[in-house]
């Protein structure tokens, strides 16, 4: 049985899935709080053949977790995590996760997001100030304080282990487990004033992209000659037949 052009296949599948998350990654490397996708490849070992043939699964993307560089901009509006918990918000259909703490305040004092989604404490109810109480600090622990009185406080959630990620809005992320409020601020703080950039090394993906790329042309050119020398060896037993 022919082997080389099904493996020579498989890899070029799964490295067109890498290639696209990377491409992803790149477009957003200025993204606040954007969770880069990684792949996680398998082995499939196929027995069919008289000698056992590895395949490359698809692949099965996931959002890495790792912290981005915290950036400091001065306004009292931006919040970003010291730690893996996350901020959340109020979407459609549930709580949306995230890193970005960028905030605006409406006229009625709601705080939310730059998307107008409404940031929630660590029960999920809405955060609200007084507009007109003068400028907010946030302390380490997410309370919110106006002229020295706590008038909320922040919700910090951390994912637990194992829940599956998907994507919501940009830098939003959704989990199949609920996450579980922060209580004791040791590994996990909020910082004023600053924004969490995207944890994208841009370098890093820029290499891992050419690299890609390269293996992708060769495994093309593996289909292409196992391809002539089909075509030669069909010409060359139908002459002789």
Same mark, same amino acid.
């Given at each position: 049985m022919e082997t080389s052009l099904p493996v020579a296949l498989s890899g070029q599948i799964a490295m067109e899935k890498r290639l696209e998350t990377l491409?992803?990654? %790149?477009?957003?490397v200025r993204t606040v709080g954007f969770r880069a996708e990684e792949v996680r490849f398998e082995e499939l070992l196929s027995r069919t053949a008289p000698d056992p043939v590895a395949f490359v699964t698809e692949g099965e993307t996931y959002l890495s977790n790792k912290s981005g560089a915290l950036t400091q901009t001065g306004n009292p509006l931006d919040l970003a995590v010291r730690g893996e918990a996350f901020f959340?918000? @109020?979407? @459609?259909?549930? %709580? #949306?996760y995230t890193r970005d703490g960028r905030m605006e305040v409406t !006229?009625? +004092?709601t705080l939310q997001t730059l998307t107008g989604r409404p940031l929630v404490d660590s029960g999920g109810a809405p955060l609200q100030i007084d507009p007109a109480g003068g400028p907010i600090v946030v302390s380490a622990g997410g309370m919110i304080h106006q002229n020295g009185q706590q008038v +909320?406080?922040?919700g910090l /959630?951390? #994912? !637990? @282990? +194992?829940a599956n990620l998907s994507r919501a809005d940009t830098s939003g992320v959704r989990s199949d487990r609920p996450g579980v409020p922060v209580v004791e /601020?040791?590994?996990d703080s909020v910082v004023q004033g600053y924004v969490e950039e995207a944890n994208v090394n841009p370098i890093m993906e820029m290499t891992r992209l050419i690299t890609l790329q390269r293996a992708f042309e060769s495994a093309a050119k593996v289909v292409d000659t196992n391809d002539q020398s089909l075509s030669e060896a069909i010409r060359t037993l139908g002459a002789s037949s």
């Amino acid at each position: 049985m022919e082997t080389s052009l099904p493996v020579a296949l498989s890899g070029q599948i799964a490295m067109e899935k890498r290639l696209e998350t990377l491409a992803h990654n %790149l477009a957003n490397v200025r993204t606040v709080g954007f969770r880069a996708e990684e792949v996680r490849f398998e082995e499939l070992l196929s027995r069919t053949a008289p000698d056992p043939v590895a395949f490359v699964t698809e692949g099965e993307t996931y959002l890495s977790n790792k912290s981005g560089a915290l950036t400091q901009t001065g306004n009292p509006l931006d919040l970003a995590v010291r730690g893996e918990a996350f901020f959340a918000y @109020q979407g @459609q259909n549930g %709580l #949306i996760y995230t890193r970005d703490g960028r905030m605006e305040v409406t !006229p009625e +004092g709601t705080l939310q997001t730059l998307t107008g989604r409404p940031l929630v404490d660590s029960g999920g109810a809405p955060l609200q100030i007084d507009p007109a109480g003068g400028p907010i600090v946030v302390s380490a622990g997410g309370m919110i304080h106006q002229n020295g009185q706590q008038v +909320g406080a922040i919700g910090l /959630f951390r #994912i !637990p @282990q +194992g829940a599956n990620l998907s994507r919501a809005d940009t830098s939003g992320v959704r989990s199949d487990r609920p996450g579980v409020p922060v209580v004791e /601020f040791t590994s996990d703080s909020v910082v004023q004033g600053y924004v969490e950039e995207a944890n994208v090394n841009p370098i890093m993906e820029m290499t891992r992209l050419i690299t890609l790329q390269r293996a992708f042309e060769s495994a093309a050119k593996v289909v292409d000659t196992n391809d002539q020398s089909l075509s030669e060896a069909i010409r060359t037993l139908g002459a002789s037949s």
